[in-house]
């Protein structure tokens, strides 16, 4: 079955532009998942969604926005884009949520670069 | 809250070494634990995971981990490095449930021919 798809895959803005992410989840998967990799920071947690409804979110300022559709599809908004927001974007589905019961698979990520 | 600590950004073995990946978490309810692996241009993989029950577990690609409660480590070993192992690998912690995983800063696991 397909995986995780994430586009598009490279993306090169200037600072003070927005940008939107897509990611389509696996088939029948219901949770989708958001995280920001640098090298710095390493990976973390942006936020995550279920059935169109916000669950859980991490520690990253309101320009950091997201959103799912009733096919379970997701997109993540950056607006007033920093260099700082230069990162690997990855997203992540799961037919729950739950990791101790569910796996997540992970896409290949959206690779953001803000000039 | 939940924390990881890889040992090692960087560790670099002969192709048929034992590898040994080593992660250290803190957290303040049972953990959750897991190790993922990067390869190049590409999104994460599960390579196992520790919920409860047996503290020794098998992964995918010969990998396992052991969690000991009583060091609050969880490393990754695997008898005999192949040329394929070499990625990023990185050690996570949950608390279960839907709570986001917190992941290590990673390691970069080089396999030398």
């Known amino acids: 079955k397909a995986g995780v798809t994430q586009t598009p895959r490279y993306l090169i803005k200037t600072r003070g532009q927005q940008v939107t992410l897509s990611c389509s989840p696996i088939?029948?998967?219901?949770?989708v998942s958001w995280y920001q990799q640098t090298p710095g920071q390493g990976l973390q947690f942006l936020f995550e969604?279920?059935?169109?409804?916000?669950?859980n979110k991490g520690n990253f300022p309101g320009r950091f926005s997201g959103r799912q559709f009733s096919n379970s599809r997701s997109e993540m908004n950056v607006s007033t884009l920093e260099l700082g927001d230069s990162a690997l974007y990855l997203c992540?589905?799961?037919?729950?949520?739950?990791?101790?019961?569910?796996?997540?698979?992970f896409g290949p990520g959206t690779r953001l670069t803000v000039l | 809250a939940q924390s990881v600590t890889q040992l090692g950004s960087h560790v670099s073995v002969s192709e048929g070494a034992l590898v040994l990946l080593r992660c250290n978490y803190s957290?303040?309810?049972?953990?959750?634990l897991f190790w993922y692996v990067q390869y190049p241009n590409q999104g994460l993989q599960l390579l196992l995971k520790?919920?409860?029950?047996?503290?020794l577990v098998k992964g995918i690609n010969g990998f396992e981990a052991e969690f000991k409660k009583s060091e609050t480590s969880f490393h990754l070993t695997k008898p005999s490095a192949h040329m394929s192992d070499a990625a990023e690998y990185f050690c996570a912690v949950s608390g279960g449930g839907n709570t986001p995983l917190v992941f290590g800063k990673g390691t970069r696991l080089s396999v030398i021919a």
């Open positions: 992540a589905s799961s037919r729950t949520g739950s990791l101790v019961a569910d796996t997540q698979y």
């Open positions: 969604y279920f059935s169109e409804t916000q669950r």
């Open positions: 520790y919920t409860t029950g047996a503290t």
């Open positions: 088939s029948g998967h219901r949770s």
């Open positions: 957290s303040s309810v049972p953990p959750y």
